[in-house]
């Protein structure tokens, strides 16, 4: 058997990073071979939260798609109906429902004082369909305070506190009376 010489100093130092012929290859393979498996395991792990992350973002971005086109179409839906009752005839319809007529000619106040163009009432007969308010009585109305601006809001009263047809004077009655 052959005995290796014990080296000393600097010479044991050297010999200590290269292996040596007997088995000592396979040892120093060990901690590579680790380092390689550790690696390549912690990038997989990592490819595998990342792709989980990405994935994670695709459905929420679907998520967030499908919500933006559902209130897109409800904001063109309601934008319809804002130019559908913004539109000339619908304007018209419902003035003559609550009773307006075209106006007649405009007269112009200039600085000075003068009047520019003759006025004149608005033309055009009474819709038939015009419902008027109906105007109480002083009395109808009972002894009920007015309220000052000062008053807090109350709650409405639990009866009513308009007459009853027959109780109306005829004086303030809106409705017209069939056969007149």
Known sequence: MSRKPELKGRAARLARLFPGPTGSGQAARTPFVLLVVLLLGGGLIG???????????????????????????????????????????????????????????????????????????ASGAEPASVRMPLVLAPEAIGNQAAPTPTDSPSPAPEESTVPAPSEVPPSANPTPTPGR
Do not use: C, W
């Open 47 to 121: 490819l595998l939260v990342l792709n989980s992350a990405l994935s994670e973002g695709s459905f929420k971005l679907d998520d967030l798609q499908r919500d933006t086109k559902s209130l897109t179409d409800e904001e063109q839906a309601l934008q319809r109906d804002i130019d559908a009752y913004s539109a000339p005839d619908a304007l018209v319809r419902r003035a003559h429902e609550l009773g307006m007529v075209p106006g007649g000619d405009p007269a112009f106040l200039d600085p000075d004082g003068t009047v520019k163009g003759v006025p004149s009432p």
